[in-house]
């Protein structure tokens, strides 16, 4: 079993930021496209971002301009910046990493609310 450690979700008011970050481990960190996806409530689960080893990004439509994934290759970790944050993006956040399969953490919730 993969452990992917998630971190950083909570309570943000809309037009706020938040960072999540999630720690792999080291080998299967440095082969893997990292991502995030998301699942709202009643909604299906969709790709919110991802970066492969060699930083290359790509992001859903909903989140574009808003959002941005980084990777740190020496602590193992990958991070989503989220700004502008709208009602929407309320939902569970699930750390990905695809290597061979494709693993998931055990998700952390993100609530945009006033």
């Known amino acids: 079993q993969v452990q992917l450690v998630e971190s950083g979700g909570g309570l943000v008011q809309p037009g706020g930021s938040l960072r999540l970050s999630c720690a792999a481990p080291?080998?299967?960190?440095?082969?893997?496209?990292m991502g995030w996806a998301r699942q709202a409530p009643g909604k299906q689960r969709e790709v919110v971002a991802r970066i492969t080893p060699g930083n290359n990004t790509q992001y859903g439509d909903s989140v574009k301009g808003r959002t941005t994934i980084s990777r740190d290759n020496n602590n193992h970790t990958v991070y989503l910046q989220m700004d502008s944050l709208k009602l929407e993006d309320t939902a569970v956040y699930y750390c990905?990493?695809?290597?061979?399969?494709?693993?998931w953490g055990q998700g952390i919730q993100v609530t945009v609310s006033s």
């Open positions: 990905t990493a695809a290597s061979r399969e494709l693993s």
């Open positions: 080291g080998r299967l960190f440095t082969t893997s496209v």
